[in-house]
């Protein structure tokens, strides 16, 4: 519930301001909505202009029958006689309502003091005097189980003793109520701590109510004064690009790693630390190594461990991920000690995904996108048995859904632990050793030639860049040195587009990924052979390559597509945004049209 009214005090009208291009209320009601928690979403009001506001953008509005001093009387008027039993007091003022603070203060429902909690409120740390001992920062004091024990203007506690540690809180007022607990206290006359503080949640502490108070650390705007509005103006313009392609993002990286010719055999002592009692390694290994006696031995499975081949025909799906997760569930009453993946981008992109939703409720599907992913996965370590796609670094796994062919992009999917040992790729057959190293060299392409370039990405875009012509043009390398180069390369390449993107070449070969099944490695490499147009020099590379290596890149594939299938690989082509981004800046629209896109599929 949205509680908006329209004569603000200090800031007449606020909520009928432009934000954006929509009034704050409405960013404010479509923020609500889209953290998807909500059953029901609504405005409720005393103007008739915010009502018909909501209602013309496609919302749920109520109009509040009486006057109201407070947004909870409103909220409570407006729930009396609806069927719900959690009510959660959204500001409408806050447009910039985090996910993250209403997930937290719904989550207090779930704890094991439930029954206890008649409301729940969330507090934010804060750390500067001038906020402590500003009289509108509400501050909140807690006792050892989080409930509220006062809220003040005042600095609570007093620091009497300046040397002892002491973390302060600021209230911030979104409430999540019990329906009964709202209805108790619609219009309770306010008491006297209430009246002299002015601070409406002081009543239900007057009342004898237990406030769960859940701490969140994600700073809103609140739009109070036309100041505000100017900022969180600004703040929109960036926003769009601050999700996905934040320009300081904060990476996690592969925390530890091994590396040279032999070293699979340290997987045991390395692993044996992380074994917790009882519980599993699962290894997840590519099928081709089934008859493969020798490397299998290696392995070493201990007490319970599972040994499962996984078939990497096919692009990985989040069904097959849903799948592995489910079984080793129903095996297996303790959570695994650790996933570990054996093979090419496939079998490392499960293993990621499986250890993530071992602790992630719901489907690999509902955690496609950018940072969606909440709970810490299971240790995890990539062991690659081919190099190229950098799947070994990065923070993403590429997963084809029932919508859309995207990765789980989240601070949880890079691996704990990687294993380069070079001569785990000896029995590469050698079209796919080109296939997939051409995904290392599109990466270091489209990654170098892409808006988002900046020193990071280039100084490991351009090792890898050289590694891949010291592999694929020159001549004096032998097998041994090329194996730990491309090994190198591929790493690089993969830390390379994690400061940036890929291009072109990616979003067009995961359209046909997707509608033709084509494999990543292959498909990336038939769509860059038609790309002189955005890439000119490194396509004749490219093409170069292709000779020296007698390589075949299949032709003529879309030529027989229907008309719907050619629709959808455009369609899923264009929805990768931050990739015709990075290639094509910021006018991408402009260049790359459906038609655009079409002329070239149907030139593949
Ligand atoms: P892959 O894992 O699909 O394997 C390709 C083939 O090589 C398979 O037939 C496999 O059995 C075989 N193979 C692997 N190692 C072998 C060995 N040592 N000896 C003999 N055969 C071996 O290939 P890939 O190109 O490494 O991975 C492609 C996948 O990686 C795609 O699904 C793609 O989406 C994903 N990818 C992920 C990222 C990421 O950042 N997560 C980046 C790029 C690509
Ligand atoms: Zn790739």
């Keep these: 519930m949205i509680p908006a009214r329209y004569g603000a005090s200090r800031f007449p009208g606020k909520l009928m301001q432009d934000l954006g291009g929509k009034p704050v209320i409405v960013r404010t009601y479509e923020a609500a909505k889209e953290t998807e928690l909500f059953d029901e979403v609504y405005v409720v009001t005393d103007s008739d202009v915010i009502f018909q506001e909501i209602e013309m953008n496609g919302g749920k509005a109520i109009m509040s029958k009486k006057e109201h001093d407070c947004g909870s009387d409103r909220i409570a008027e407006a729930v009396e006689f609806m069927d719900v039993d959690i009510v959660v007091n959204v500001q409408g003022d806050e447009p910039f309502t985090s996910k993250e603070g209403l997930e937290q203060v719904l989550r207090v429902f779930d704890g094991p003091d439930a029954e206890k909690i008649d409301l729940a409120s969330l507090m934010t740390e804060i750390h500067d005097w001038k906020e402590i001992s500003d009289p509108n920062c509400v501050k909140v004091i807690v006792d050892k189980e989080s409930f509220a024990l006062y809220f003040s203007r005042s600095p609570i506690p007093y620091p009497r003793d300046k040397n002892a540690a002491m973390q302060y809180y600021k209230h911030k007022g979104i409430y999540a109520f019990r329906k009964q607990a709202i209805l108790d206290f619609y219009r309770l006359p306010m008491r006297s701590l209430e009246a002299v503080e002015k601070i ?21 705007i609140e739009i109070d004064t036309p100041e505000d509005l100017v ?17 300081y993002r904060n990476f996690p990286m592969v925390p530890k790693v091994v590396f040279g010719q032999g070293c699979f055999d340290q997987l045991s002592s390395i692993l044996a630390p992380q074994r917790k009692d009882k519980a599993p390694f699962i290894f997840l290994v ?5 008859k493969e006696q020798a490397l299998i031995d290696r392995i070493n499975l201990r007490f319970n461990d599972k040994l499962i081949f996984v078939s990497s025909e096919e692009e990985p799906k989040t069904t097959q991920v849903d799948q592995i997760v489910k079984d080793i569930k129903a095996e297996f009453t303790f959570k695994p000690s650790g996933i570990i993946g054996i093979g090419g981008g496939t079998i490392l992109d499960l293993a990621k995904a499986v250890s993530i939703m071992l602790t992630n409720k719901g489907s690999a599907a509902d955690y496609q996108g950018w940072d969606l992913v909440k709970t810490k996965a299971v240790y995890h370590v990539g062991v690659p048995t081919i190099s190229g796609t950098g799947a070994e670094v990065s923070r993403t796994t590429v997963l084809t859904g029932p919508v859309k062919k995207l990765g789980i992009n989240s601070d949880f999917t890079p691996f704990d632990q990687v294993i380069l040992d070079p001569d785990l790729t000896v029995g590469v057959p050698k079209n796919q050793w080109f296939y997939t190293g051409m995904d290392c060299f599109i990466h270091c392409v489209e990654s170098l030639n892409g808006t988002f370039l900046n020193a990071f990405s280039q100084s490991y875009g351009e090792k890898a860049y050289d590694l891949c012509m010291e592999i694929f043009v020159g001549e004096e390398l032998s097998e041994e040195e090329s194996r730990g180069k491309l090994m190198m390369a591929s790493w690089h390449g993969g830390m390379s587009i994690a400061y940036s993107q890929v291009g072109v070449a990616h979003a067009m070969s995961y359209g046909l990924s997707y509608v033709l099944g084509t494999k990543h490695g292959i498909g990336n490499c038939i769509v860059f052979d038609h790309l002189e147009e955005f890439y000119p020099k490194d396509v004749i590379l490219f093409k170069k390559m292709v000779k020296k290596h007698q390589v075949e890149i299949p032709k003529n594939l879309c030529s027989n597509l229907s008309e719907e299938q050619l629709e959808t690989m455009i369609d899923i082509a264009l929805s990768l945004v931050p990739l015709w981004e990075n290639a094509l800046g910021d006018n991408w629209e402009t260049i790359m049209t459906r038609e655009k896109l079409k002329a070239l599929y149907l030139k593949m």
């Design 200 to 220: 409406e949640c002081i009543r239900y502490l007057e009342y004898g109510k237990n406030i769960k108070m859940a701490i969140s650390n994600t700073q809103g």
């Design 231 to 247: 900022r969180a103006n600004k703040v929109l313009k960036e926003s769009k690009k601050e999700t996905v392609n934040n320009k």
């Design 286 to 290: 590519d099928k081709v190594f089934k």
